[in-house]
């Protein structure tokens, strides 16, 4: 069978592409956190993102979408969040519930993270144990979601070595590592995406990454 293919006539269009989901999960759980407005362009207007916007608000920090892409955030600060009047419902979003945990596993209150049943089959005992090892007092189904995270006076200060690449993992431990007192280590065998770093330094985080590894200094 033969085909014929005739060329397209090429136009001087624009073409906006869709915006990242890795990113804007981390833009605005890291917004919310901070001191004072910030704005966020490129916003995926997706339900994952939209889940860890809703757990967002929930926990106090003042959200408004301008349009379909651009949002803007007044932070509550490193040590604003409030404790949720329900559990937070991260409906299909693995990614929410392991960032979250990773937030919440510092602060002064408890919460509850669900989600779908697709969600609750996912395993989660790869973020419950590093925290675990930081003071985190994280309550499961045998490694399995509902996690229930309950309030701790402090966290100690991390040495780990993550067994795998993992991302998602990494951020976790990164969030939790800002409501410690000390410096905390991670070391990647196999290097990650590193959308956290990148938003940590432009938001004048202190780190340093030297050999795989990632230092950073807790309560800035």
Request: proline share 4%; glycine share 8%.
């Amino acid at each position: 069978m033969d085909y014929l293919v005739s060329p397209s006539v090429l136009n001087n269009d624009t073409i906006t592409v869709p915006g990242d989901k890795s990113i804007t999960h981390r833009a605005l759980i890291l917004a919310s956190i901070a001191d004072g407005e910030s704005e966020i362009n490129g916003y995926l207007n997706s339900d994952d993102c939209l889940s860890t916007l809703r757990a967002l608000k929930k926990l106090g920090a003042r959200i408004e979408k301008i349009n379909s892409t651009k949002i803007i955030v007044n932070g509550v600060g490193l040590d604003g969040l409030t404790s949720p009047e329900m559990d937070l419902d991260l409906g299909n979003s693995g990614t929410s519930m392991r960032l979250l945990a990773g937030l919440l596993s510092g602060q002064s209150f408890d919460t509850t993270l669900v989600g779908d049943n697709s969600l609750s089959l996912r395993p989660m005992k790869r973020i419950i144990y590093p925290l675990s090892l930081m003071g985190a007092n994280i309550q499961s189904d045998r490694g399995f979601p509902p996690l229930t995270i309950k309030a701790v006076r402090h966290l100690e200060a991390i040495n780990y070595e993550i067994p795998i690449a993992s991302a998602q993992v990494k951020s976790a431990i990164l969030f939790s590592a800002l409501y410690t007192k000390g410096h905390s280590v991670i070391k990647e065998n196999n290097i990650t995406r590193d959308h956290t770093e990148k938003m940590f330094s432009l938001m004048d985080i202190s780190m340093m990454k030297k050999d795989g590894s990632i230092t950073i200094k807790g309560k800035q």
